[in-house]
């Protein structure tokens, strides 16, 4: 779906919502926009992108951007990393301009990142421009290790914190404790170096290999969660090793490694002692490829083959 048509389809509903929020026109108070963006960044509700969306009046209908009042994504980082967030992880943004009824509409994206949530800043801030005479800020301030969020078309009040419900639910979330099995265990697939083979019957154990421990013993575990583990098992029957089906040296494409003993098999991705997904695959010249075995005789390059 195009980012015009979801945009649309939010004005369509007619109210505001856990993860998007209209302006009439750009913020004045660059704390209160700094404030807005946290409380859309740290929404636990929802999972995806947010949107603050810029040029739609109180009563929903588009109205666009007057040219004074455009904004650009580098003054937005700026103004973020100004604000002083804990660790300097702030939300990451994106800002597009997209027309609806032929007027100028500017959204800030800001990206679904829940291993960064929640997002809070380690100094008080407040708009510099916005002091009176004896130098006392007279906008808002968004306070420091506060964490504030947003809940159906609420944000949390500048001057209040988030309930303790809404604050334990953005820490799980970050830590993936309410993610499914499978949900975890595909994060953990991108870690490619956190997965090692057991300590038994060799001489030396180490990460920077994985493909070769893998093809050498035929399971593996994710360091940080041992109970996720990656297996072989025969597809059709057995080879000598137990662990797969070796390929016919007539394939062409095992004519053309330098290695031609292939051999078939079923990896398994287990969660304890449950098989959550099951792909076929084969070790080919040393290494292991994600495929349909259907297709291996049609195969010309394995240059995009993914490897572990």
């Given at each position: 779906m195009t980012l015009e048509k979801i945009i649309e389809t939010l004005i369509n509903t007619r109210k505001e919502g856990d993860y998007w929020d209209f302006k009439r026109e750009k913020h004045k108070d660059k704390a209160e926009f700094v404030h807005d963006i946290i409380c859309l960044a740290n929404s636990p509700y929802y999972i995806g992108d947010r949107f603050l969306v810029f040029g739609v009046k109180n009563n929903y209908t588009p109205v666009g951007i007057p040219p004074k009042d455009k904004q650009t994504q580098?003054?937005?980082?700026?103004?973020l990393r100004n604000a002083r967030f804990a660790g300097g992880v702030f939300p990451d943004i994106q800002l597009e301009t997209i027309q609806l009824s032929n007027k100028n509409i500017e959204v800030l994206i800001i990206k679904d990142k829940p291993n960064e949530r929640p997002y809070y800043l380690e100094k008080e801030y407040y708009d510099h421009k916005l002091k009176d005479s004896k130098g006392k800020p007279t906008g808002c301030i968004?306070?420091?290790?506060?964490?504030?969020?947003?809940?159906?078309?609420?944000?949390?009040?500048?001057?209040?914190?988030?309930?303790?419900?809404a604050i334990e639910k953005i820490w799980r979330q970050r830590f993936g404790l309410d993610l499914t099995p499978l949900e975890r265990m595909t994060q953990y697939l991108l870690d490619f170096k956190g997965w090692c083979q057991p300590l038994v019957?060799?001489?030396?154990?180490?990460?920077?290999?994985?493909?070769?421990?893998?093809?050498?013993?035929?399971?593996?575990y994710y360091r940080q969660a041992p109970e996720f583990?990656?297996?072989?098992?025969?597809?059709?029957?057995?080879?000598?090793?137990?662990?797969?089906?070796?390929?016919?040296?007539?394939?062409?494409?095992?004519?053309?490694?330098?290695?031609?003993?292939?051999?078939?098999?079923?990896?398994?991705?287990?969660?304890?002692?449950?098989?959550?997904?099951?792909?076929e695959a084969l070790t080919y010249d040393g290494s292991t490829l994600f495929n349909n075995p259907k297709t291996y005789s049609k195969l010309k390059s394995f240059d995009n083959a993914l490897f572990y």
């Open positions: 580098i003054h937005i980082i700026d103004t968004v306070r420091a290790g506060t964490t504030y969020i947003r809940t159906r078309d609420g944000n949390t009040p500048i001057d209040r914190v988030a309930s303790t419900v019957n060799i001489e030396w154990n180490s990460c920077s290999t994985p493909s070769h421990l893998l093809s050498e013993s035929g399971f593996m583990t990656i297996r072989k098992s025969p597809l059709y029957g057995y080879d000598d090793s137990g662990l797969g089906d070796e390929v016919q040296h007539g394939e062409s494409w095992v004519r053309k490694a330098l290695d031609p003993i292939s051999s078939m098999y079923k990896l398994e991705l287990v969660y304890h002692q449950t098989v959550l997904h099951t792909e």
